[in-house]
């Protein structure tokens, strides 16, 4: 299938690693110009290279913290400046500190909230109004199956996603008028490079071992292990894609059936 990606233009917040890597490396392989932003510039630039020298095609790396709405105006003036356009949002920047009720504190809410759910307002509050001025655009949130599920040693990701993703549907409705749509992709257990240390974070507050920790999670997904990057990354290029542009105000789960399994666990 021919996904009509060749030449647009997309921001992938989070690009230097993980999924948001992985994302950029498919969109860029179907012809997309890709700008990857994240706050460390050297992994920023580095993976920037890696991906415009395996396709081809040209990635720009913008350095910005998006807990800060200078850097988020900032870094849609450079996209803008540099490619004229934005047709694709893909908002996956996010990172929320698991913690149970009793350990976690005041800041850890406020840091959950501040990245995970403000830095997806942030940026479609500044990136909206170009995709209007051009006659349309995408927003592809990565979000998160925790936001419609139950997990009490992650209740501070549950509750950022559940925002983001309220956020997805409603601006879904605001803004079909101006032909602009809105998915999210809700990804369960996804093997990045930071999956070990939420090993550790789910083993302490769960009292158990590591080991234990990683069979508990495999058993919690019928299919018996956690997804890779790749495979959220081919969803999120699809959805991306004008071909799913009626895909608009609904949320996709992509976690081997875990979330309808959870309660076995
Ligand atoms: N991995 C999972 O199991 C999983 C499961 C469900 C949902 N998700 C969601 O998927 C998304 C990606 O997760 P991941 O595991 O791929 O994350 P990751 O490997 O930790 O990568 C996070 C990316 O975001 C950037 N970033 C972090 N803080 C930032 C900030 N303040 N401003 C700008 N960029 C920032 C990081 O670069 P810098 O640190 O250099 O800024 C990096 O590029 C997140 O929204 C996460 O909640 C992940």
Redesign the pocket.
Known sequence: MDLKLQDKVVLV????????KAISLSLSKEGCKVAI????ED??KKTASLIQNETGNEVLPVT????KPTDVKLMTENVISHFGRIDVLVN?????PGGILETLTEEDWAQSLQ??FM?YVRCCKEIIPHMRKQGGGRVVN????DGVKFSYWEIT?GAANAAGQNFTLSLAGQYGKDNITFVAIN????E????DG?LEAMARDRNISKEEADRLSKASIPLGRICT?EEVADLATFMASDRAHFINGTMIEIDGGQRKAIMDT
């Open positions: 917040t989070g690009g230097s690693k993980g999924i948001g932003c994240a706050r460390g992994l920023l910005a913290d998006l807990t996956n920047a996010g990172s929320s990245l995970k830095g990565i979000i998160g199956n990701p990804p369960g257990p996804v990045t490079e930071r999956w939420l990057t």
